[in-house]
Each structure stands twice: as structure tokens, then as C-alpha cells.
């Protein structure tokens, strides 16, 4: 693992960590965080990372606040703690 991807992962825990325990994040809200240029390229990284954590345990993928499988979710995504 790069050491960008690990810089994705913990700029995801930081800004849930910032939000209410049941709040979620967009990738846009990452990506944004670590460039105010080129955000576009990180998104894929940053779905990237959010589905390491997801297997990792420490986050949920959803969408339309249903908990989505990562691995088939297609279009717009949140990011929030795992319950």
C-alpha cells in the first residue's frame, strides 16, 4: 500500500471523526481535503481506501442510507462509521 493511500485512509477517519458518530462523508469530501486541484484523480483512490476500510471493519459504504456491498455499489456512494 502507498503511502498516499494511507494518507486517504486517515483523512477519512479525520473527517468522520469531525462529524456526529452517525454522520456520513462523500468522497468528493475527501478527495477536496487533499487537493484543491486535482480532487477529481483522487476519487477512485478514495473509493478505493473507503472499501479497505469497509473490509477492515471500521466503516459502511451506503447508498440512499442502505448499507451497500463495495464491491458492486455504482454511482454515488456516503462513507460513514461502521455500527
Given at each position: 500500500?502507498?503511502?498516499?493511500?494511507?494518507?486517504?485512509?486517515?483523512?477519512?477517519?479525520?473527517?468522520?471523526?469531525?462529524?456526529?458518530?452517525?454522520?456520513?462523508?462523500?468522497?468528493?469530501?475527501?478527495?477536496?481535503?487533499?487537493?484543491?486541484n486535482?480532487?477529481?484523480?483522487?476519487?477512485?483512490?478514495?473509493?478505493?481506501?473507503?472499501?479497505?476500510?469497509v473490509?477492515?471493519?471500521?466503516?459502511?459504504?451506503?447508498?440512499?442510507?442502505?448499507?451497500?456491498?463495495?464491491?458492486?455499489?455504482?454511482?454515488?456512494?456516503?462513507i460513514?462509521?461502521?455500527?
Open positions: 500500500m502507498s503511502s498516499t493511500d494511507l494518507r486517504i485512509e486517515q483523512k477519512i477517519r479525520e473527517l468522520l471523526d469531525a462529524r456526529a458518530r452517525d454522520a456520513t462523508i462523500c468522497p468528493s469530501d475527501v478527495a477536496r481535503a487533499m487537493s484543491d486535482d480532487w477529481r484523480d483522487l476519487m477512485e483512490p478514495v473509493r478505493k481506501a473507503a472499501r479497505r476500510l473490509d477492515a471493519g471500521e466503516v459502511e459504504i451506503t447508498q440512499k442510507g442502505s448499507i451497500v456491498d463495495p464491491s458492486t455499489a455504482r454511482g454515488p456512494i456516503r460513514r462509521w461502521a455500527r
